[in-house]
Nanobody
Framework: QVQLVESGGGSVQSGGSLRLSCAASGYTYTYSTYCMGWFRQAPGKEREWVASINSVGSTRYTRYTDTVRGRFTTSQDNAKNTPYLQMNSVKPEDTAMYYC????????????????WGQGTQVTVSS
């Protein structure tokens, strides 16, 4: 059974930084099927994809949605099977519940079949 547990959310002022972590257990993958990432959902809005890392063959690709590119960085600790989301220069519009997700790579850069979700961690950015 796959379990994803996010941590690191909280309240921060505009322009500040936060680092989210996702403790993953039970998630298994091969060198070509790895796919983990982050989504967010603001009040009254649909859940949106934020960032992901996926495998195409032996190469891993990192992708970001346009609104966070250059400010957010996703990375992974392979030894701990833990992805991170470093959020810099945050803005009030980044306020949302952030979810860790895992799945299976489609074999294309940025392509994932999302199968597993965490419970989320709240990020609130004040102006």
């Amino acid at each position: 059974q796959v379990q994803l547990v996010e941590s690191g959310g909280g309240s921060v002022q505009s322009g500040g930084s936060l680092r989210l972590s996702c403790a993953a257990s039970g998630y298994t993958y091969t060198y070509s099927t790895y796919c983990m990432g982050w989504f967010r959902q603001a009040p009254g809005k649909e859940r949106e994809w934020v960032a992901s890392i996926n495998s195409v063959g032996s190469t891993r690709y990192t992708r970001y949605t346009d609104t966070v590119r250059g400010r957010f960085t996703t990375s992974q600790d392979n030894a701990k099977n833990t992805p991170y989301l470093q959020m810099n220069s945050v803005k009030p519009e980044d306020t949302a519940m952030y979810y860790c997700a895992a799945g299976r790579s489609t074999g294309r850069a940025g392509g994932c079949e999302w199968r597993y979700w965490g419970q989320g961690t709240q990020v609130t950015v004040s102006s």
